[in-house]
């Protein structure tokens, strides 16, 4: 089972996402039996639902943190969807 840490050095930023989406995000270092160590954005959205989101590459201004989680954001909404459509016809 994966394990986070959050990095508390560094803080906590709130963005929105392109559809209204609102993301705390937080850096965390994971690490499981699958994968190596890296530090990955952890978003949580209002609800309390976490999303191990896009890797954290350094430094960021929110500006750039925002785009980042916008467009990973996008992705991944991209392929949930077209995974539910292909779930849909496989019926």
């Given amino acids: 089972?994966?394990?986070?840490?959050?990095?508390?050095?560094?803080?906590?930023?709130?963005?929105?996402?392109?559809d209204g989406t609102l993301f705390s995000c937080t850096a965390h270092s994971t690490d499981d039996a699958s994968s190596s160590r890296e530090i990955?954005?952890?978003l949580t959205d209002p609800m309390g639902v976490?999303?191990?989101?896009?890797?954290?590459?350094?430094?960021?201004?929110?500006?750039e943190l925002q785009r980042l989680v916008a467009e990973w954001w996008d992705a991944t909404?991209?392929?949930?969807?077209?995974?539910?459509?292909?779930?849909?016809?496989?019926e």
Avoid: C, F
Wanted: proline content about 12%; cysteine-free.
């Fill in 1 to 18: 089972m994966p394990r986070d840490t959050p990095l508390y050095h560094l803080p906590t930023i709130i963005v929105t996402a392109r």
């Fill in 40 to 42: 990955r954005w952890k």
């Fill in 50 to 63: 976490e999303h191990l989101g896009p890797p954290y590459i350094g430094t960021q201004s929110p500006i």
């Fill in 77 to 90: 909404k991209a392929i949930a969807q077209a995974s539910a459509d292909a779930d849909g016809s496989a």
